[in-house]
Nanobody
Framework: QLQLAESGGGSAEAGGSLRLSCAASYTPYRPGCMGWFRQIPGKEREAVAIKSDRNDGTTTYADFAKGRFTISKDNDKNTLDLQMDSLKSEDTAMYYC?????????????????WGQGTQVTVSS
């Protein structure tokens, strides 16, 4: 009942920008929490930014993302975007869109039941 598909990954130079997009299809309800995670080979998957669909629309950013990345949600288009500016080489990773139906919008990857296939981001210094 919920499918996610990422696009927009690719290569950029340090200091550059990339925009990731996640197209969501779901029925019958919109997921309560959606977010972006990333994973570097050999490391655990980590949250980048999480957005609540509830009235407060709470957005949470990882410390490394604050001031550089912006998450945005378009409920009409069913998309979740991640604008990444001032990219660094350490941002190189596979980026995943994730969603969960309800409960607290945590930053723990294990709390999310639905995942996209991922999109690779490579930043060269």
């Amino acid at each position: 009942q919920l499918q996610l598909a990422e696009s927009g990954g690719g290569s950029a130079e340090a200091g550059g920008s990339l925009r990731l997009s996640c197209a969501a299809s779901y029925t019958p309800y919109r997921p309560g929490c959606m977010g972006w995670f990333r994973q570097i080979p050999g490391k655990e998957r980590e949250a980048v930014a999480i957005k609540s669909d509830r009235n407060d629309g709470t957005t949470t950013y990882a410390d490394f993302a604050k001031g550089r990345f912006t998450i945005s949600k378009d409920n009409d288009k069913n998309t979740l975007d991640l604008q990444m500016d001032s990219l660094k080489s350490e941002d190189t990773a596979m980026y995943y869109c994730a969603a969960k139906w309800g409960g607290y919008c945590s930053s723990e990857a294990t709390d999310y039941q639905y995942w996209g296939q991922g999109t690779q981001v490579t930043v060269s210094s």
